[in-house]
């Protein structure tokens, strides 16, 4: 590889979040005043979101017991919708909006730090028995992200969704990592469970539980309920 290709490589992470951050900043300036946000605001927001973003899964990584630099997706999962909760508590905005129009941007950056593993050659998957190819784990969560922003972009800008993007998020993710786990390499554990599988199991759970309950909810007063 030339000096160009070199230098491509090693900084593969920052681009890629670099390239997440303009797209989250695209996204809010799109639809800002759905949120009564100014555009200043939308591009802090943009760039603050991937890098609140990236600290969450550092820290959830080190709280697993990983090394330094290391990175656990799921906390984005759980940590992502502790900061939009408070944020439309604090601004007073509306809750179901903003976590539907705030999961996109989170689900592009998580496809985007998939897309590093692939660089990287991290988060690889075990071989396939008799065979000397690996399971494609990683390439499976990107289909999946980016079958989920086609299918609920269109959702969500045609107001579609009354705040069920996250939480559907949360299950369907939960319930694909549960699979993957049992197909992915892993240092921290000899054993067919790892960790992660109780991750998945939490955030699964979680995610039905609000579906069935925004279901619920927007079925006795949809209009009602999608301002809330």
Known sequence: MNDFSIWMHSHALLLILTFAAL?????LLAVRKRLNMPWYAAVLLG????????????????MEGAGSGSMSLFGAVFFMPVAYYLGAK?????MAEVFDLF??????????????????GCCLGTFIPGMELRWPTREVEVIFYAAFLIVFIPR???????????PFYMLSYGVLRFILEFLRVTDRTESLFH???????????????FV?????????SPKTARHK
């Open 23 to 27: 797209f989250t900043i695209a996204w």
């Open 47 to 62: 760039a603050l979101h991937v890098v609140y973003g990236v600290f969450c899964v550092r820290v959830f990584a080190r």
């Open 103 to 120: 999961a996109v941007p989170m689900i592009f950056t998580l496809l985007c730090a998939r897309c590093n593993c692939l660089i990287a």
């Open 156 to 166: 969500v800008l045609k107001k579609k969704t009354h705040g069920e993007v996250y």
């Open 212 to 220: 069935l309950y925004l279901r619920k909810k927007n079925s006795v």
């Open 90 to 94: 604090l601004f007073k905005r509306p």
């Open 195 to 209: 960790l992660s599988h109780v991750w998945a199991l939490i955030s699964a759970g979680i995610g039905l539980a």
